[in-house]
């Protein structure tokens, strides 16, 4: 599995118990984010989800209630029952409703959830699957819940709005009281015996200025609440933690049989064109030495010495492929033997510092520890042009980490399809990650992280 070194890298997570930097590839702007908000696409999506939430939510929560109390109260017949279940199956149904608005204003992308199971069809079928499925139950109590939140939500961002915009442009309309409704101003107090109208240049300046640091803060107070929203939507319209660990799980497992079936090929074509093949020569070598041994013995002897070699080169090979799926070493003395081992036989020079405190993880997760250092390692010597490298393993709490540097040109490539992609597939499948910082002119740094597991 060999990996490019060539585009460069996008950003992934970072690693602060080593220093990794972590960098932003976010666009620059001129003007400072407080000032162009208010202008901002994202504002005005924002706005719009909320000033939608509250109508949604009244027809979400009067449908929910209403089909609910009349199932409960159906339920000494049988007709409560698929009154019930019909209640649900509406909630689902507003909830992909909440889903598809929630990704077109809001931007948040929320996975569908687990559909309904039925072992067998039919309407009573259906009505038992909606009525034991989770996200039923789940979309039920966001239709009551969002409500009250729509409300006041609603109530602040439209106040908070238009208060602003209408202070803000107060000096272009405070004309409209004294010719329309006879007074010198807007009134900012008064009782039977005094007023106070906002109507020379200074208050209506310092009105405008208030107006403006209600307009700059809205779009601030608009985020914090549909911050909620997104937290509604994700936590009780999406999928549950169970049944996304089990498709993370499947595909986890569909990496493994890949993986395994990719290393059961290469073992083969190894052994197929290297020692198989030497093997064959040698037993063509050895059969043509034995009919010459009466005839010319000296010509025999030489067949039988390069059949020798032929032998030699055969075990070498048997011998790195061997190393290449499970060193001997690795299982006798651990990971720092074994990484000196793999240094050694590096084209550059590596500074090894393996710190375990003596103690291992099970085999499979020093396996992968062992093939992903090897991997790095033998890219450093084929791609980066690097005349120094360093390999860094100790254990964070139940955490094993893995930090491979070089001082190369940089510009690790990990799109889909390179080796480090593959790498970081081979440790999400046993719910590791893969972190590479690689800027072009280098230095290149790989993060990787395992979960340690012991016997």
């Not at 329309?180 to 009782?191: E, T």
């Amino acid at each position: 599995m060999a990996t490019e070194y060539g585009q460069g890298y996008g950003h992934g997570l970072g690693f602060p118990e080593r220093g990794l930097p972590e960098y932003g590839g976010e666009r620059r702007h001129r003007l400072p984010a407080g000032l162009r908000a208010p202008f901002e696409a994202r504002s005005w999506r924002e706005f719009g989800y909320v000033l939608l939430s509250l109508p949604i939510s009244i027809v979400l929560f009067v449908y929910g209630i209403t089909m609910v109390s009349l199932g409960a109260g159906l339920l000494v017949t049988f007709l409560g029952i698929p009154v019930l279940a019909a209640g649900l199956a509406g909630c689902r149904g507003f909830g992909a409703l909440e889903r598809a608005r929630a990704r077109a204003l809001l931007h948040l992308q929320v996975a569908d959830p687990e559909p309904l199971r039925m072992r067998r069809s039919g309407f009573m079928a259906w009505m038992g699957a909606v009525l034991k499925s989770g996200t039923s139950w789940r979309s039920l109590l966001y239709a009551v819940l969002h409500f009250p939140w729509a409300v006041f939500s609603f109530a602040i961002a439209v106040n908070v709005w238009a208060y602003g915009w209408a202070l803000v442009t107060y000096p272009l309309w405070f004309w409209v009281f004294p010719v329309w409704a006879g007074q010198d101003g807007l009134q900012l107090y008064g009782d039977e015996t005094h007023r106070i109208y906002l109507d020379n240049p200074f208050e209506i300046t310092v009105t405008a200025l208030v107006g403006l640091l209600f307009t700059l803060a809205t779009p601030w107070i608009v985020r914090a609440l549909t911050m909620v929203d997104r937290v509604l939507v994700h936590g009780l319209l999406g999928p549950s933690r169970l049944a996304t660990r089990v498709v993370e799980l499947e595909s986890d497992r569909g990496v493994v049989v890949d993986t395994a079936a990719a290393d059961l090929r290469r073992i083969e074509r190894d052994l197929h064109d290297g020692a198989q093949a030497r093997l064959v020569a040698l037993a063509m070598d050895l059969g043509l030495a034995k009919e010459k041994l009466a005839e010319d013995p000296q010509a025999a002897a030489r067949m039988v010495d390069e059949a020798h070699g032929e032998v030699k080169t055969a075990l070498q090979e048997l011998r790195d492929l061997a190393r290449g799926i499970h060193p001997a070493v690795l299982t006798d003395r651990g990971l720092d033997a074994a990484l000196s081992a793999v240094a050694s036989r590096c084209a550059v020079p590596v500074e090894v510092q393996v710190d375990l405190d003596d103690e291992r993880p099970v085999p499979a997760i020093e396996g992968i520890a062992y093939f992903t250092v090897s991997e790095l390692l033998q890219n450093i010597s084929k791609h980066s042009r690097a005349t120094w490298a360093a390999v860094d393993v100790w254990r964070v709490e139940n955490r094993l980490m893995l930090q491979v540097v070089d001082n190369g040109i940089g510009g690790a490539d990990t799109s889909e399809g390179s080796g480090l992609a593959g790498l970081a597939e081979r440790l999400d499948a046993v719910d590791g990650i893969l972190v590479v910082d690689s800027p072009v002119g280098g230095p290149t740094r790989v993060t990787a992280e395992l979960p340690w597991r012991t016997v």
